[in-house]
């Protein structure tokens, strides 16, 4: 009876873990971590400046909030749909020397506006990068800044793609005044 108890909650569990993994999966990648080369390489290209709002859309185990806060005073912030892996950030986190704040919040990032970011990271699975683009143009401020890891938003122009060897190309996308032109054309509306 008990070895069945145990078996039986050892399977719900599972079920349940697996089922938040795809959720995420389906909401916006899996977990997989931008190596670390490429984190150094995002925060260089951000141009972060003190007092800025930083995102990552799917922030893992908060590697480029934590580089981030660590260069520079700014206010870090991360959505994550998987809780372990949120746990996992929130432990290292305090941990780490850095001069800004990191805050790792459980929710999904679709349903959060982007209006007050500078800078927005993401590393998502290509087919929900013309989303994302078309709400980088509706909610964020001019200025801001969309970089993305490995996957382009064919959506949006790019203002630089970095590539190096080792590491996936970085896409730097920039909110400015014409952009909403630039989706007109790229789409053939
Ligand atoms: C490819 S990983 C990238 C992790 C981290 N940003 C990095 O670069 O190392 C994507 C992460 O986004 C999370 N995720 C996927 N869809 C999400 C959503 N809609 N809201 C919040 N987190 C999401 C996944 O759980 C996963 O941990």
Redesign the pocket.
Known sequence: MISFLVSAFVLINLIFLLTLIFF??F????????PQKA?KKMVKVAEINDGQIIY??????G??LQEAARKRKALCIG????PL?LIWSKLKTPFIKKRGRVKLIF????TKNLNCANVI????MPQFMNQLGNKFQKEAKTGAKLIS?AFEIKNLKPKFVLKEKGIAPIFVYEKDMNNKNRIYQREGL
């Not at 990552?56 to 185990?61: H, I, K, P, T, V």
């Not at 990271?121 to 998502?124: E, G, T």
């Open positions: 995420a999966w909401r916006g990648a899996p977990t997989v971590f931008t984190v990552d859309l799917g922030s893992g185990d590697r480029l959505y994550e749909l998987f892996i929710g999904d990032f679709w990271f993401c590393f998502l890891y």
